[in-house]
Nanobody, 115 residues
């Protein structure tokens, strides 16, 4: 199973971008969906997660600017990013965890925010 992300790209500070991520085939028991990011020279960090029931968590740096959502029927997770800042520049990865503790990662998509 591969997670296929779309969206991202280039934006100016204050602009918006939107990601979506879905598996290449049906996956049973997807539990938590999330987005991570890795800036140059830094480790991969959590950005936001959403449970199957819709409970969300965000890192402090993106609260009020990013919104994570999901469509359980489509096994798809979204990340709406508003009021982007240059420090949001990173490679973004989607992540699925199943109830069987299987973990899947997307291939990574570059986001570059210019000031």
């Amino acid at each position: 199973v591969q997670l296929q992300a779309s969206g991202g790209g280039l934006a100016q500070a204050g602009g918006s971008l939107r990601f979506s991520c879905a598996p290449s085939r049906s996956v049973f028991g997807i539990n938590v969906m999330g987005w991570y990011r890795q800036a140059p020279g830094k480790q991969r960090d959590l950005v936001a997660t959403i449970s199957r029931g819709g409970n969300t968590n965000y890192i402090e740096a993106v609260k009020g600017r990013f919104t994570i959502s999901r469509d359980n029927a489509k096994n798809t997770v979204y990340l709406q990013m508003n009021n982007l800042k240059p420090e949001d520049t990173a490679v973004y990865y989607c992540n699925f965890k199943t109830i069987m503790n299987n973990v899947y990662w997307g291939q990574g998509t570059q986001v570059t925010v210019s000031s």
